[in-house]
């Protein structure tokens, strides 16, 4: 069992930066392959960002790609989502989530593949 959750959202302006963090309550975190995923109003859920559990992998989505880093510490148990130049359509709800089950290359951006979800943390950018 894997608790997850999220912080670091709010408003900002579009240009801005924000750093969301996902801290992991459990002692096999570092097993885990890790996602974000956002999810807008009216919208379904949207992969962004993967991580392999021992982060010699990324994926991202072509929406983010070069402007979003995802990185891990999994002495603290916790995933970040650097976010730079946000746009307004970066607007949602960001949710990690983590997988333990499958391979990192397979389904990465499917979010029933995901076992464990936090509560989520709210992204607002203005234009």
């Known amino acids: 069992q894997v608790q997850l959750v999220e912080s670091g959202g709010g408003l900002v302006q579009a240009g801005d930066s924000l750093r969301l963090s996902c801290v992991a309550a459990?002692?096999?975190?570092?097993?885990?392959?890790m996602g974000w995923f956002r999810q807008a109003p009216g919208k379904e859920r949207e992969f962004v960002a993967a991580?392999?559990?021992?982060?010699?992998?990324?994926y991202y989505s072509d929406s983010v790609k070069g402007r979003f880093t995802i990185s891990r510490d999994n002495a603290k148990n916790t995933v970040y989502l650097q976010m730079n130049s946000l746009k307004a359509e970066d607007t949602a709800v960001y949710y990690c989530?983590?997988?333990?089950?499958?391979?990192?290359?397979?389904?990465?951006?499917?979010?029933?593949?995901?076992?464990?979800w936090g509560q989520g943390t709210q992204v607002t950018v203005s234009s």
């Open positions: 991580i392999a559990w021992n982060a010699r992998s990324t």
């Open positions: 459990g002692r096999t975190f570092s097993s885990y392959n």
């Open positions: 989530a983590a997988r333990g089950r499958i391979s990192f290359t397979i389904a990465t951006t499917t979010p029933t593949t995901y076992d464990y």
